[in-house]
């Protein structure tokens, strides 16, 4: 069965960084695709960043491009979101999801608190 985890969340201060982790198994995780998506308290659910299966081509939602790197390894089947330079505004609940045979599977989300 496909299961999720993600960690590294926390508390941290404006301008600093986190690394996030999501772990993967029950599938091939070099064989799909990975996303990071955010919700924030009293907002809908958003896309943050998507890294593809084949090639690790990679696309950022405009609000964290220059400062969110997403990236893989497939040896660890492991996905990672790295965040630099961080705002009060990317204060969320971070989900990792991917889509298996027509179906979308989700963490269970990592805090990340950006306050000084």
């Known amino acids: 069965q496909v299961q999720l985890v993600e960690s590294g969340g926390g508390l941290v201060q404006p301008g600093e960084s986190l690394r996030l982790s999501c772990a993967a198994s029950?599938?091939?995780?070099?064989?799909?695709?990975m996303n990071w998506n955010r919700q924030a308290p009293g907002k809908e659910r958003e896309f943050v960043a998507v890294?593809?299966?084949?090639?690790?081509?990679?696309t950022y939602a405009d609000s964290v491009k220059g400062r969110f790197t997403i990236s893989r390894d497939n040896a660890k089947d492991t996905a990672y979101l790295q965040m630099d330079n961080l705002r009060p505004e990317d204060t969320a609940v971070y989900y990792c999801?991917?889509?298996?045979?027509?179906?979308?599977?989700w963490g269970q989300g990592t805090q990340v608190t950006v306050s000084s």
């Open positions: 999801r991917t889509n298996v045979w027509g179906r979308a599977y």
């Open positions: 029950g599938y091939t995780f070099s064989a799909y695709a």
């Open positions: 890294i593809t299966s084949v090639g690790g081509a990679t």
